[in-house]
């Protein structure tokens, strides 16, 4: 695929953090973007790469109005003697199962990556380079034909956005604590819980936000219809040990099938050890607490990796999980997965693609 390339002017170069220590997330983008049109009857159209900056949107595009939007989220890593991306493929897999729940057009798989590897190639200095840091990559559909009825738009916009990412534990794992949800619901299946759309996100704000008025780092969202099993927690889905056997909620069509959650059971599947994906009640985690058959409990997801979870809150009891700690199978997966992604390790997995 040709992109056609319209640098930014020398002059105008954003300036890049100085103190890596320093960078957040989601606030830093790179100097470009890349854009792709789509209209129906024509197909993906106009692929290239622009300087950063506001897109200019009809009032009536109707992702504005009927919310046909979704998004990605993957990172670059520079490692020892290359910049690696990690398992973009599957990302790309993702956005088109997304795109077809919600009657969008289809991405091609290779003309995609090479969108993405193009992009960060040409914005590579501001890839950082302590431990820990990535850049993070942001591919976005949505729909811009101005129209006011509700039915599926027929010409949309992709675009990939980039930014450095810091370190995400500054100080060390550190385990969070989870408040479980028992009133409000994230999704029920047969909805979008599944793929990665901007309402999915808007649903779970509420809660959330009086979770950390309460002190707490996120909420444990439980199924739907009974609010009895344990679905996820904010951008991660979760696993626990109870005995020797690791268990995670199955992808039955209200939880997004997180690519490090495959990751992370593929490697245990590996390890040798017990995995099930099977339906798991919060009484049974709270049992599993009291009793001490609870070993360990942590999140999965891009940003953090790995996130231990230390305290369990539910219908006003707080619940220490692995004594407030992080465990031993959650260091283990950590250790293994960022040396992964930094190419430290061999990828017997296949996840891992040098692009430069
Ligand atoms: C709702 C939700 N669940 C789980 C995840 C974890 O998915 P992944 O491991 O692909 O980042 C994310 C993050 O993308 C998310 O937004």
Known sequence: ??????????????????????????????????????????????????????????????????????????????????IYLFRAKDNVMRMNSSARRLCMPELNEEKTLDALKTLILLD?????????????????????????????????????????????????????????????VRAARGGTGEIKTAGNYAASLLAAEKAKEKGFTQVLWLDAVERKYVEEVGTMNMFFVMDDEVITAPLNGSILPGITRDSVLQIVRRWGL??????????????????????????????????PVGQITYKGRDHVVAGGKMGELSQRLYDEIVSIQYGDRPDPYGWVQRID
């Open 1 to 82: 695929m040709e992109i056609k390339i319209n640098r930014v002017d020398p002059q105008k170069l954003k300036t890049k953090p100085s103190d890596e220590s320093q960078i957040g997330f989601g606030d830093l983008l790179t100097d470009h973007m890349f854009l792709w049109d789509y209209e129906s009857g024509k197909g993906w159209i106009n692929p290239r790469i622009e300087p950063y900056g506001p897109l200019k949107i009809d009032p009536a595009a109707m992702a504005l109005h009927y919310g046909q939007e979704i998004f990605e989220g993957l990172k670059a890593y520079r490692g020892k003697d290359g």
């Open 124 to 184: 590579k200095d501001w890839i950082p380079r302590s431990r820990g840091t990535s850049l993070y990559i942001r591919p976005t559909m949505l729909a811009t034909e101005p129209h006011l009825g509700v039915r599926p738009a027929k010409a949309y916009l992709f675009f990939i956005i980039i930014g450095p990412v810091g370190a995400y534990y500054k100080e060390g794992l550190n385990p969070v604590k989870i408040y479980v949800e028992d009133e409000y």
């Open 274 to 307: 017990k995995v099930s994906e099977c339906a798991l009640s919060i009484d049974e985690v709270i049992e599993g607490l009291e009793s001490g058959r609870l070993k360990e409990s942590f999140g999965t997801g891009t940003a953090a990796v790995i996130s």
